[in-house]
């Protein structure tokens, strides 16, 4: 693909199902109803001169550029906001509508610079090809005049410049905040010709207004107004290749642009059907981790970890690696040998993790982040439903009346979804959210939830069922779906269950701390408002009674029959970008890929015959177990791709004490991370823009990822596990991850008609994919649950067994935030930074000031398991006796306090509560400081310590 | 393996699952373990000092010990 910016209609399309046919400069064409004369004209191959239009937000009709003609009609109306007509006959080049547009691009670059060979966006640039379209050749009113000219930029934003002077004022970024955003941070200021872009207020620039970053701005702006600061420095990509974003669930696609190998910018494609040509400042803007110093890019080993790591070449490290895994599987046994995919890498790379595991380790013992983050939603959705994933696409969600948000805070960790969210909502879509903190969907600009039901963390399945209770007492259970689609005796025992008056509102109040009238309120309203759609996340999930969460959750959308059409459903959203895939593609201890068990001997020969091994027949070790069982001796090689556990997972002390105890433990990974502090071998990984391969999103929607540039580490991960593998004696011959997917759509019935030939012509496909859904399934359970009945589960809340006191009075929540990424590995080196330098405690005014905390001061927050301290910020978005903070920053490392409490199901951590006492500090606690000249010790490389004794 | 910690995680299922019925109850926690513990878990447990399980779980580990035995042979 060369470069050439995709096509812009002008305005959005139409969705009717009713078409106009109408004629345009002789040309016949038929579109649908309410589509604009200008896209019809573009979608007949013509180019209406625009300059304030663009196909992501709405028409504006006010540079008054695309004048057309129309028979019969008076006048020359703008053809971006006149519908189609049937019948119509539109001239849109005419003597008459050349002059009238030269005569209006004349005014406008009367008022704007000419210094286009320099411009940052010569050859780029709407206003320029526009001139040129029209025929623009003089300005007759000169340059003289009072002007726009010479204002200073705002060079605020890490990422992108605005330069009033180049500003036309066709307000198509105010509108693509508004519109495609939905953060309405943009505005024009003044009026008439003192109008001008404002960030927000008249003291704000873009960094401190309200503005996220997320470039639908820079998107839309048809000049070098709002421009990425990576196009001025390295001037206009020669090429682009679509491929997909490596940061959360949404999976956004992207055309990477390029000079050479060099990624000049991320532009979100328009085609791509989970973003919509939507982003966010992650995908869009923080890739420069990439090319970061830190980055690790040649193999290291060392004895101990007490020394230095030594510099050696791959043939080096994949020998030394491959007999400490043979000498230590000698020594005892396949069962102390063991590995974690990575929800990072694609799906080829997390199947051939799993594969080496299983068949060159010789065990089961392979899991992989979802772990820590969405396993109870495999145990949940599997038990309920039948299978481990979201029921819906997101564009379902523009069908949704009522959206049910719990345990998920879309706007930060979701954002390009949340943005569709939030479209929805404003056209009229009720909310309800259930969340301890009043996260920034509650209330935001020209969004505001019906319901906020702020409960106590802790108390989800208490609160779900009290809404079922609500739900089947009232009398507002749907029956005849239930009596069709689920079974029916299994119903009468969960609704006996629910209706007991124990499962009220009012008797659960003093629990959840959720006030019973707006309990009931948001249970009628879910119930009768029409289509409702719950989405939730990792606030449902890593509980002590997480795979119970999701349950109760698939019990609410059965016993309402929102399930198996548009705008209704259960989903998840999922953190990692690959997550969803990850746990398809058989990481999980006890199962293959397609979730089925390793113990069903007819589903373990379908991979026997395949691989020609024997399988272990027994489940394998769960990361924690992992640990545990380190700790215990009988667990010794750890082969971790991709994931940072020490940081991410539960109780650091305890992981720190679990990898201690291992005698091999390999990172592959991008960074020297915080568990390689406890390797022996450090193998370079690759990052997204290097390797070929697939992800599958929180949809199922299975995306390619293409390789834009040569890996800096010689090799894509796949390449590095398959050069494992053989070293093990594996004898595996793949030349590109299209043969792994080969293999995966052989082994796994959801995937049998996914392949990569496919996946590159058709873009995407949603599994289930195979004879009975050849084209993918959007919506699942359309006809009829995967398991046969929709099966309801009794959900009883049992409190947690971390319990707050007085000498841990508070309780502790965690999340993400919108710039930063789980444990920052990636956005903590990039600009981002700009926006979250440190981790931060929530706490609020009242537990504040019992304590002489005030805003800024540090912090130190202890708990049973540890102590961490950080600065505090005072604010009512948490309730009195909740704090809440993040875990994107090693300093402040959040996890030493975090418990082992774990899901009763999956062992998914408890990391949404702990009790915990805050104190005011004067800096970090001695474990910071210990931890922190450990690592820096720990990360020494030889070849620099020579080097520095040499000096 | 720790005996405290796999005690208290089949303690967890059991009350997890107790809402259910007795008997579903102990079923569902057999074929939970059997499901999802590794073989040096499940054998820690069965080998291990069983006093702390509750009810439910200690007929449940009953079960998985019948599960295993009938896998050895």
Redesign the interface.
Known sequence: MGYESQADFGTPASTSEKMVTLTIDGRSVTVPEGTSVMRAAAECGGSIPKLCATDSVKSFGSCRLCLVEIDGARGTPASCTTPVGEGMNVHTQTPRLQKLRKGVMELYISDHPLDCLTCSDNGDCELQDNAAAVGLRDVRYGYSGENHMGLAPDISNPYFDFDPSKCIVCSRCVRACDEVQGTLALTIDGRGFGSKVSAGTSLDDFLSSECVSCGACVQACPTATLQEKSMKEIGKPERAVVTTCAYCGVGCTFRAEMRGEQLVRMVPWKDGKANRGHSCVKGRFAWGYANHQDRITKPMIRKSVDDPWQVVSWDEAIAYTASEIKRLKDKHGA?ALGGITSSRCTNEESFLVQKIIRAGFGS??TDTCARVCHSPTGYGLSTAFGTSAGTQDFDSVMDSDVILVIGANPTDAHPVFASRMKRRIRQGAKLIVIDPRRIDLVRSAHIEADYHLPLQPGTNVAVLTAIAHVIVTEGLANEAFIKERCDWDEYQDWAR?VSDPKNSPEFLEPVTKVKAEDLRGAARLYATGGNGAIYYGLGVTEH??G??TVLAIANLAMVTGNIGRRGVGVNPLRGQNNVQGSCDMGSF??ELSGYR?V?DATVRKQFEDDWGVTLDP?????IP?ML??A??G?FKVLYCQGEDILQSDPNTHHVAAGLKAMECVIVQDLFLNETANYAHIFLPGSTFLEKNGTFTNAERRIQLVRKVMEPANGYEDWEVTQLLANALGCGWDYTHPSQILDEIARLTPTFTGVSWDRLDKEGSLQWPVNEKFPDGSPIMHVNGFVRGKGKF????Y?PTDEKTGPRFPLLLTTGRILSQYNVGAQTRRTENTAWHPEDILEIHPIDAEDRGVKDGDWVKLASRTGETTLRALITDRVAPGVVYTTFHHPSAQVNVVTTEYSD????CPEYKVTAVQITPSNGPTDWQEDYASWAERSRRIKAEITAEAAE | ??IT?LTY?AN??A??V???GHDIAVTDTAT?II???????KAAMLNGDRSGLSPIAAEAMQKVEADVAAKAA
Do not use: Y
């Not at chain 2, 499901?35 to 878990?41: I, L, V």
């Open positions: 069962r089961n013992n269950f002590s009674q795979s119970s201890p006890h068990h113990a027994e489940p394998g070790l769960r177990n545990d069982a700790v215990d009988t589960v009794v959900t009883e049992v009763w199901a999956t062992n | 393996m720790d910690r995680m967890q299922i009350r997890n107790e809402a259910r939970h499901k999802f513990w590794d073989p040096r878990m």
